[in-house]
């Protein structure tokens, strides 16, 4: 009696490596440069080494990365639940480090190793306020209010707050030179003309020969 063949087992995928499906590449430098510059696989692929410890080597980074995608989409579409939720996870685990940390000092003999656990503790609590703060923004968002300038003084004093014309290096003048140098009847002004008499500046008349020593 002829046995069947077995058939072969499809080979198990290497979970540290990343398997891209319908994505083509030109060459194996360009697959290089695009996973290196995708900030989505670089964080699968750290979020990955620092899960190995809880959840063993056998974490898929293919799939972890696809899970990754799947939340940024979301957020890209406005739903922020998967964000408000690492959020209470993340307040929620600081809030146990500074309370094990707390409770550690209470418990230590020597004041350096007290204060230790102390400052530790008192970080983790800061921390997970600013966690907090974060996640109430994020539920409640500040309204924005745009104002102009504000110019607030107990004396007198001038504001400019709209927008000045660009300064000029020389006023525009628009009399010649020329023109200052005519009178009012449009004539050319003789500078070596007499001037016309005046209540205050009476004609010159000729003056006669001065009597000199020779003259006597």
């Known amino acids: ?29 360009e697959r290089g440069a695009v996973i290196a510059s995708s900030p989505l696989i670089r964080g699968a692929v750290t979020g990955r080494k620092y899960a190995e410890p809880m959840f063993g080597a056998g974490l898929d980074l293919t799939a972890y990365a696809a899970q990754l995608r799947e939340q940024a989409d979301k957020v890209k ?14 307040a929620n685990t600081l809030d146990m480090i500074f309370n094990q940390l707390a409770r550690k000092a209470a418990h230590c003999e020597y004041l350096n190793q007290m204060e230790a656990n102390l400052r530790h503790a008192l970080r ?14 994020i539920k409640n968002p500040r309204p924005v209010a745009f104002v102009k300038q504000a110019n607030i003084a107990n004396g007198p004093q001038q504001v ?7 300064p000029r ?32 500046n009476p004609a ?13």
């Open 1 to 29: 009696m002829a046995t069947k063949p077995k058939q072969a087992k499809p080979a198990k995928r290497d979970p540290a490596a990343l398997h891209l499906e319908g994505v083509m590449f030109k060459d194996a430098e």
């Open 77 to 90: 579409a406005g739903d922020l639940s998967a964000v408000e939720t690492m959020l209470v996870a993340q």
């Open 124 to 137: 983790a609590q800061a921390q997970c306020r600013a966690t907090l703060e974060t996640l109430a923004e």
């Open 160 to 166: 400019n707050n709209g927008i000045q014309p660009p």
């Open 169 to 200: 290096v020389r006023e525009e003048n628009h009399k010649q030179s020329n023109e200052l140098l005519e009178p009012s009847n449009g004539e050319w002004l003789d500078t070596g003309a007499p001037g016309q008499a005046g209540r205050g």
């Open 204 to 216: 010159l008349e000729t003056v006669g020969a001065v009597n000199r020593t020779g003259d006597r």
